[in-house]
């Protein structure tokens, strides 16, 4: 059996997670791509928060706003939004679990998940834009899509079910280690916190730090009332959670612009 590529897991989170090409080769498998999907927020994050502020610099802090998430959209091929409306129509409506799971893997978009959609998008704009109309408000443009990686990348962590029928959940399943995203915790952390300290002071600090908690803790609830729902995780359930942190963090650090 050949060993793997020294930088197979980077790639091979980049491969799912993006629409960057990577060798095959490096990128046969799904073992790296939840660990390492907080390194890919790093890079999506600072892509993001740089079209916003161009936006917001050229146009409006609004058209900043539009811009970073359809780069988000165009960078990650919409597959975290598709999870968001594909969970929505699982979840919403009052039906079994396996009827719930048949609607998620169909491939069109039900009304329980074109609402929330548009919904959270709305969300996201409008807290994005306030943000990106004050010195410093694109850290947390950055910060939300870091902390939604790490709220999928907890997914991988051992113990958490994974719905039946889902070949992405079961192939991720146990890949992340609790030491291992505790380390990413902490690091996320400490470069939010210390950057915008640097930029806007320590209340800004504290906000985008709270933020980022309470955007897990909403990721969370999520995950449970799936595994309630459904039996456990899937593939679009991790998608709507980062979304669904995404959204939480850019709405808390929003309320402290005055």
Known sequence: MSARPRWAGPLESVALLTVVRVPAAAAASTRGVLPWAPLVGLGLGAVAAGAGVLGARLVS??????????????????????????????????????????????????PFGVVTLVLVLLLQAAAAAALLGRDGGWLALWAAVVVARLAMARTGLPGVRTAEGSSLGQAVAGTVSRPWLGGWLVVTAALAGTAAWSVAGPAAAAVLVAGGVVGLLAAEWLRARATTRLGGVTGDVMGAMGEVAATVVLLVAATSVT
């Open 61 to 110: 802090p609004l058209t900043g706003a539009v811009a970073a998430l359809a780069v988000l959209a165009v960078l990650t091929r919409g597959l975290h939004l598709d999870g968001l409306a594909d969970t929505a129509d699982g979840l919403g409506p009052l039906r079994g679990r396996e009827r719930a799971l048949q609607v998620m893997h169909r491939g069109d978009v039900g």
